[in-house]
T-cell receptor, first 109, second 117 residues
Framework: GNSVTQMEGPVTLSEEAFLTINCTYT??????LFWYVQYPGEGLQLLLK?????DKGSNKGFEATYRKETTSFHLEKGSVQVSDSAVYFC????????FGTGTSLTVIP | DGGITQSPKYLFRKEGQNVTLSCEQN?????MYWYRQDPGQGLRLIYY???????QKGDIAEGYSVSREKKESFPLTVTSAQKNPTAFYLC????????????????FGEGSRLTVL
């Protein structure tokens, strides 16, 4: 079946630190992979996506590469800002959308 | 602007009452979804609809009901049979159903927070 396993939080970083949030998946076929971000009290917004193996999604300084060989889609950012504080969800599009449990990130000045 | 509108943003319910959460989209999307979000559990799928007048149960459909009489609207009713309804409810849509050949992103509303008194 399809599933997403995501690094548990919460994660607390200082401003300008490097961020990695791990995500691995199990899927039949070749799903699209997504990272969504949720700010407090709001719905989820698409952050980036990749639709096939070796694709790199990027947006707002965040990047993730679709690695078929390791079934991973880790989220990275070189220098986080306070405004990046949010909950991040990894997801895949199989016969329905499957979400990880979310990773809460807090960036302190 | 195009998007998904959920209402109300906050809702309080007494035990034994049914309540209906509204979800409207003007994106002309075929597929619509309802998710429940609880702390530490991510998003769980309640119901989804791929086309008007058709809908399917998700992973946690018990105690909930939906209808899809119009493409733009997908209301969720939380019935008295739902034993633990206090949660954050998210409605979403996609241009095509999940798993289709033109798969794309989900667009979310801002959510409705339901509290049982």
């Amino acid at each position: 079946g399809n599933s997403v396993t995501q690094m548990e939080g919460p994660v607390t970083l200082s401003e300008e630190a490097f961020l990695t949030i791990n995500c691995t998946y199990t899927a039949t076929g070749y799903p699209s992979l997504f990272w969504y971000v949720q700010y407090p009290g709001e719905g989820l917004q698409l952050l980036l996506k990749a639709t096939k193996a070796d694709d790199k999604g990027s947006n707002k300084g965040f990047e993730a590469t679709y690695r078929k060989e390791t079934t991973s889609f880790h989220l990275e950012k070189g220098s986080v800002q306070v405004s990046d504080s949010a909950v991040y969800f990894c997801a895949l599009d199989g016969n329905q959308f499957y979400f990880g449990t979310g990773t809460s990130l807090t960036v302190i000045p | 602007d195009g998007g998904i509108t959920q209402s109300p943003k906050y809702l309080f319910r007494k035990e034994g009452q049914n309540v209906t959460l509204s979800c409207e989209q003007n994106l002309n999307h075929d597929a619509m979804y309802w998710y429940r979000q609880d702390p530490g559990q991510g998003l769980r799928l309640i119901y989804y609809s791929q086309i008007v007048n058709d809908f399917q149960k998700g992973d946690i459909a018990e105690g909930y009901s939906v209808s899809r009489e119009k493409k733009e609207s997908f209301p969720l009713t939380v019935t008295s049979a739902q034993k633990n309804p206090t949660a954050f409810y998210l409605c979403a849509s996609s241009i095509t159903p999940a798993g289709g050949t033109n798969t794309g992103e989900l667009f979310f509303g801002e959510g409705s927070r339901l509290t049982v008194l």
